[in-house]
């Protein structure tokens, strides 16, 4: 089972992007649960959402304490909260960034998701939309195939530029 | 159709596809999401339902229990407080015997405010006369919800019935949902004692001591009645569409020495437990419980028993360990754990399994 751990803010779309994950991931053939923490969060406080893929049915529902990777969809999150919290040795970050912060022990992939929606002008309710072109990235890091991640956008969102986001940052995702 | 779905999605896609001629609702948290895709199913014209957005959970029972007396299918979704609010209205509702279908997404009761799962809010309603299943997938949610409107108005039953899905960890976790296309598994819905304007007869009238107790013995056989109802509508829903639910879900039960009896996604989570305490050498097994009521006829002599109660009757003790000691004599250890979503994992219920001594009660979290 390999396990995922989404750190974004309130409104950045990282409870729809854990869900956009399981799907790809769901058409790919595998078993997939996405579920977030709904805490006392708002809008633009920090909130975590979970993926679970497996090749076998999903019976845990606890929250993923071992991620064996962790994304952060807004770096700002990482002034307040350790997004490192009990990740698996040489677990994998993606973060959103177009500066790569260096972390020790880690693989860490940068690519600047907000600047690739920005260039297509991809914003909602005033907040670039992360979760379309991050689901590109995790294409290209091979946790869902590009065919299956581009099928679960075009199920969610009718609005082609979020196609167009998840290929670049696809192309611009650095192994 | 096989698609994804949350909990609450697939509770309104069942919904739908059972074609209810009414919905009166009233949104909470976290159930909101079922009456809003119901409403929107309404408005786009794919459900053809009188949906009536009503002031209050009382009056949205109120109005399922009018709408089913003049022989409409109805359903309505609420939790935790708005579940108490009706609380009046789903006595009145099983008396009446208006087979209405609701969908409870279990949550914690306040204060503190709280609006994670616990499942004391359906067990304070466990003596109104309503059916009660608790269900742990995306998939259960569905399948419960189309099997509950078949049930429910069976003649041999004609109570309500309610669904229930843990709060957030069910009714908003993303998981694999296959629908299915009902066709006539639910039989159009005849009400035995419908209004007729052309023959007006009385309703609710004031029913003296000397019958007042043969409709309350009525309701008890109809009841009885609906053990064997459930179980010919679970096998006809299995011969259909290939899934197959019970009383009960086992897990490696068969030569178990120890037994997890719990409700809803704990239920899931133990059989997780239940692997991990294999490799140590443990015997043990899961025996997750769907029916509540009508409460399900076990057999667990000679095991050893660890109960999970997400809930808690003060002065008495874990609702499901006394209800389990009482029906089947034997002596649980009895764990209090999940209250208000108090995280339990399957490592946590592999500890409470190690650490078992029957006849106590633990409260996880507070006692160790």
Not at chain 2, 284 to 299: H, V, Y
Request: proline share 5%; aromatic share 8%.
């Amino acid at each position: 089972m390999f396990e995922i751990r989404i750190h974004s803010r309130g409104g950045q779309g990282g409870v729809t992007a854990a869900k956009l994950i399981a799907q790809a991931a769901f058409h790919d053939g595998r078993c997939a649960t996405a579920f977030p923490f709904y805490g006392a969060e708002r809008r633009g406080a920090p909130v975590v959402s979970f993926v679970r893929i497996s090749d076998q049915p999903i019976k845990v529902y606890s929250q993923i304490r071992n991620p064996d990777m962790v994304i952060v969809l807004d770096a700002s999150v990482m002034d307040s909260t350790d997004v490192l919290a009990g990740l698996k040795e040489g677990g994998a970050v993606l973060i959103n960034t177009a500066q790569p912060p260096a972390i020790e022990g880690h693989p860490v992939h940068a690519v600047d998701l907000t600047g690739i929606a920005l260039a297509q002008n991809l914003v909602v309710a005033g907040s670039p939309i992360l979760n379309t072109p991050v689901l590109g990235a995790l294409a290209r890091l091979g946790l869902v195939s590009k065919e299956s991640a581009l099928a679960a956008i075009a199920e969610t969102f009718s609005d082609p530029r979020n196609a167009t986001v998840a290929n670049t940052a696809y192309e611009e995702t650095k192994l | 159709m096989l698609t994804i779905a949350t909990g609450n999605k697939a509770v309104a896609a069942a919904a739908k596809e059972a074609r209810p001629g009414v919905i009166a609702a009233y949104p909470i948290t976290p159930q909101t999401e079922i009456v809003e895709q119901l409403a929107t199913y309404v408005a786009e014209g794919s459900l053809d339902a009188d949906y009536v957005p009503v002031e209050s959970e009382h009056s949205a029972m109120a109005a399922c229990i009018g709408a089913s007396a003049a022989g409409a299918r109805t359903f309505t979704a609420t939790s935790s407080h708005g579940l108490l609010y009706m609380h009046e209205m789903l006595h009145w509702a099983a008396g009446a015997r208006t087979p209405v279908v609701m969908a409870n997404v279990n949550r914690a009761l306040g204060p503190g405010w709280n609006t994670w799962a616990e499942h004391t809010d359906a067990f304070s309603q466990r003596d109104t006369g309503w059916l009660q299943v608790f269900v742990a997938t995306v998939q259960e949610a569905y399948d419960a919800t189309l099997m509950a409107f078949r049930i429910a108005e069976d003649e041999r039953v004609l109570l309500p019935v309610m669904v229930n899905l843990d709060g957030f960890a069910l009714s908003h976790i993303t998981q694999s949902l296959e629908t299915v296309d009902v066709g006539d598994f639910i039989p159009p819905f005849h009400l035995p004692h419908a209004i007729d304007i052309a023959h007006p007869r009385g309703y609710g009238t004031l029913t003296p001591p000397d019958i007042y107790f043969k409709f309350r013995w009525d309701m008890e056989r109809s009841m009885r009645a609906s053990r064997e109802v459930i179980a010919e509508t679970e096998a006809e829903f299995a011969r259909r569409f290939g899934r197959l639910w019970g009383p009960t879900e086992d897990y490696r039960c068969e030569d178990a020495d120890v037994v997890v009896v719990a409700l809803g996604t704990l239920g899931k989570e133990a059989e997780v437990a239940v692997d991990k305490l294999r490799e140590e050498g443990v015997k043990a097994g899961s025996m997750r419980l769907r029916w509540f009521r009508p409460f399900p006829i076990l057999d667990l002599a000679g095991r050893e028993v660890v109960v999970i109660d997400r809930d808690y009757s003060f002065g008495f003790g874990g609702v499901m360990a006394h209800s389990i000691r009482s029906t089947t004599g034997v002596e649980p250890y009895s764990v209090i754990a999940g209250l208000g979503g108090q995280e339990v994992t399957y490592d946590d219920i592999a500890q409470f399994v190690r650490q078992r001594e029957v006849g106590r009660e633990f409260w996880f979290g507070v006692s160790d």
